[in-house]
């Protein structure tokens, strides 16, 4: 999948001369960690929610309270914005930009064309809505999930196990967990216990959150 394919293409941003306070009710109405800074069609940066909030107190701690509603609305995205900001073209992997946005603890990323132009946003929300979707959770069905070796073919043999029972695979992963491998499946059924005994004949091992115990109990 691409980052062009799930970006966010109806966002809000700011200009540089929005007032700070403007800026930080836009991000408690919108339930935002940043904005994107536009002056025209230019990107130029970004503000976060932690930066507009500290801007408040420093502003607050050096004024007279008879000027402080006045001043503090003077107060501007320009004063607070960072110009080095990550972008990214559309045909992006998600996979690398989710990578890029928790290495770089990002809480999103400007999406731009050849040109530079500004023409999407993904964020962590987005994220966790495509992972949603990999996953096939909203699809129904059922999860197996299976410990497996590490060697050649294991997806291929375990979806032709399924494929041979008539069942319908809704979506594939594979996690890795302490030098294990953990094939999830999800299936098109609301009953997974014929699949789940043909998986065993053929000397798989699946597992349920009973087999993990003592992993997130240590």
Known sequence: MYVGLKMLKDFVTVTPDTPVREADKILEDNQLWMLLVKDGDELIGYVTKEDVRAA???????????????????????????????????????????????EMNLSGIAVVDENKKLIGYINRNKMLEVLVEEMGLKQGGS????????????????????????????????????????????????????????????????????????????
């Open 56 to 102: 408040l107190p420093s502003v607050i701690n050096s004024l007279d309270k008879h000027e402080l509603n006045y001043l503090i609305s003077k107060v501007t995205v320009r004063e607070v914005v960072h110009k080095n900001i990550t972008t990214i073209p559309p045909e992006t992997e998600i996979e690398a930009a989710a990578d890029l946005m928790f």
């Open 143 to 218: 999860r197996i999930v299976i410990d497996v070796e590490e060697r050649t073919g294991i997806i291929y043999e375990v979806a032709g196990i399924i494929s041979n029972m008539k069942y319908s695979i809704i979506s594939t992963c594979v996690f890795n967990h302490r030098n294990r491998r953990v094939v999830v499946v999800r299936v098109a059924t609301e009953d997974p216990t014929p699949i789940i005994a043909s998986i065993r004949e053929r000397g798989y091992k699946v597992v349920g959150p009973e087999d993990f115990m003592d992993d997130w109990k240590s």
